[in-house]
């Protein structure tokens, strides 16, 4: 049976405004912290950045902290209450809802989010993404996966509702990004030394396309 984001949008909302308290007080892994600044050192001083699934703006707070125009968007309202608390401009929205004008961002953040997409919609999720990013921006999409294509709830997630996840091939993500018109700039997996496989793949929006 295919699972369609909008079946999933609720109850992702419900367990992420649940724990947002608590993953605010995360501290981030230094691998997380590495992909993050190798982005940031793709990015000109002054451009402007969306990140998606924002979470409580921790990355947020750092890229505006190294001199970039941030906006965050989440679906929690929870954790948009919390990145609005750190001085982050940021909206309740999902990613079939980015409410800007077209080309607005040169750039667009979304770490360990777009794993929460089913593949029956990946493909407009990530158009949805490639209309608010100006030709030329780049896009960077880190999630888990690598070894099969599975979708469904883990089973140890501490979450209630227990979140939706898709885990894709290399291969399978790569090819969503090409049919998506992307660029890929960089794909390299990375090993987070618990159990999970992170795929860091950083795209370009091809200039006068």
């Known amino acids: 049976m295919t699972v369609r984001y909008d079946e999933v949008l609720d109850p992702l909302r419900q367990a992420y ?3 947002a308290a608590w993953r605010d007080g995360l501290t981030k892994e ?3 912290v590495a992909e993050r600044q190798a982005f940031r ?4 001083s002054g451009a402007r950045l969306l990140e998606v699934g924002a979470g409580t703006g921790q990355d947020s707070v750092f890229f ?4 970039l125009a941030v906006v965050a968007a989440d679906l929690s309202p929870a954790m948009v209450e919390h990145c ?5 401009e940021a909206h309740v ?9 077209p080309d607005s961002f040169d750039a667009v953040f979304a770490m360990n989010c777009l794993l929460h997409v089913p593949n029956h919609d990946l493909p ?3 158009a949805a993404i490639r209309a608010v990013l100006r030709p030329g921006g780049l896009l960077f999409v880190g999630v888990y996966g690598g070894g099969e294509s599975t979708e469904g709830p883990i089973d140890d997630d501490q979450h209630v509702p227990p979140r939706f996840f898709s885990w894709r091939t290399d291969d399978q993500l790569l090819g969503f990004a090409a049919a998506a018109r992307f660029d890929v700039v960089d794909f390299h997996p990375v090993d987070t030394g618990r ?3 992170f795929q860091s793949l950083t795209l370009r929006r091809p200039s006068g396309a």
């Open 124 to 126: 407009r999720v990530l």
């Open 17 to 19: 405004d649940a724990r």
């Open 30 to 32: 230094p691998w997380k």
């Open 93 to 101: 929205m999902d990613f079939l809802h980015l409410d800007f004008p």
């Open 64 to 67: 505006h902290r190294e001199g």
């Open 195 to 197: 159990g999970y496989r």
């Open 84 to 88: 609005r608390a750190k001085g982050i």
């Open 41 to 44: 050192d793709r990015l000109t």
